[in-house]
């Protein structure tokens, strides 16, 4: 937003828009001013109609009988009315699903995420963000943050085995965006967390929706395994995990490689 | 703008049975419960979330920030005293707690940038910071009335007042509280709010006075 003065158009009924005597009105003189100043500076709620009932009647009758003070008035009338009446900053509403997600930090917190986390043995980063998880002084501000961090340790704790059987010499960069490595010998299997708080029928609808049957869990981490029934279907594995990506009680689920 | 009595009165009971109603959320929540905390998120959050876009800009910020505020209140919920002052501004009060500390870190962050890439986009103070693309961006029908240049003046000039000033002028404009109110939630002694809301408004007049606004 540039601004300059060719730009502008002065709407003419703005024109007395600001008190020009709230200078000479200052707070400094306000015992030498006959209440000129306490007025200025308890117009704003005045105006707001929050003032207690003996302020609000000494204000009143203060403007009865000061024209000077009901100028001043109808300026921060018009400045208040401008303001309230900007539209300009974008609305923020409540919805089900940011609801969705503070009850996510809620369970986290109080599921006592960060033993969990402290619990594991192998990783020794892990261990060190636990530290530095607890060394934070308000767990509360960091509730988001936690989830996020745990969530990013549990996909390094999954992929870690796949990074374990790197042959000497050939790297292998394996990205977790890859939707599917389906076993040539089994099932494709899949690594899930579930939300704290989904349901035994929750979780049965859940996998039969996706001909999923589990096979393996939970691990310290909470971590469970499933297997899926698509083998040499790399377009229907990608779809399963998809959809159970998208369950609301499915906090992460990533493909198992072989 | 002056209220009749009969209106104050009516408004005064609506006001109390709200306050009766939240006070009974907030015994339920201390007892952990989660229908009561959803009530709540629904009824309050739409002011909470006002607010603290005025001061953070940015949605995901709020999103944060109402996160926090919302486990603040799970958290803390038995410790609410009505006899300190109304719900709304104990929650505005920690709104604007969380509020301020977001914006810490994201200052933080921004030196750290700023430090990094040795450039930044508005170090004249001249262009509103961190504002929002939408915010200016957007074909407002509604901002037509007033004429834009005006809002968009406004805003530019709200941009350049410091955030204390800020936040005086939204409490008691945009959200009706009293000086006693706005002295609760940003913790500090009455007679601070006055003569910042002074000041706010004194400097609002020389902003816009400086784009010929006489
Ligand atoms: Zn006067």
Redesign the pocket.
Known sequence: MNLKNSDITIPVALGSFFPQNLEE?ALMNRKA????GI??ELLPWYVNGTLGSKEQEWVAG??A??P???V?LEQYQQLSSVISNNTETPDWQPSPAHFGQILSALDAEENGVIRNVAVVKKPSFLGQCADWLQAQAKPLVWALALETIVLAALVLFVVLPRLDQQTSGQTVFQTLSDAHAPTVAGLPRVHIVFADDIMIGDLRLLLVSVNARLVDGPSKLGVYTVELATVGNPDATALAIATLRKHSKVKLAEPVHP | MIRHAEQTQGLNEIAQESEKQGLLLMGKIANQDRKAFEDLYFGYTPRIGRFLMKLLKKRELVDEAVNDVMLAVWQQAGRYDPAQGKLSTWLFGIAHNKGLKLLERQRRHQCEETFLSQSSPSENGQEPSGVDAEWIGSDNPERTVMGWEMGEHLLWAMELLSLEHRTVIELAINEQCSYQEIALITDCPVNTVKTRMFHARKKLAELLASKDYP
């Open positions: 009105s001013d006959d209440g000129h007025v200025a203060h403007l009988d000061c000077k003070c009901r001043e």
